[in-house]
């Protein structure tokens, strides 16, 4: 299992309401900072569990956000 662990990171505090879209990913900024190293946490072996951890506005659902973009392209 891989477990990605944002508690130690500062969130801006800002929260976006989700508008009843909660089975959606939320659209990417453009100004969205990339993470690497992180995405490449996510592409671990195929049956493998992610666990991504952290506060409120620390880029948890961007980044899963990320990731499914990058999935939908493959």
Known sequence: MTIIDFSQARGNGVHRG???RR??????PADLVARPG???RLQ???GRICVV???P???????LATFHAQLQTQ
């Open 57 to 63: 506005g620390c880029g948890k659902s961007l980044l």
């Open 53 to 55: 951890h952290g506060p």
């Open 23 to 28: 089975c959606q990913p939320p659209p990417l």
């Open 44 to 46: 671990g072996p195929p």
């Open 38 to 40: 992180l995405m490449a």
């Open 18 to 20: 989700t508008g009843g």
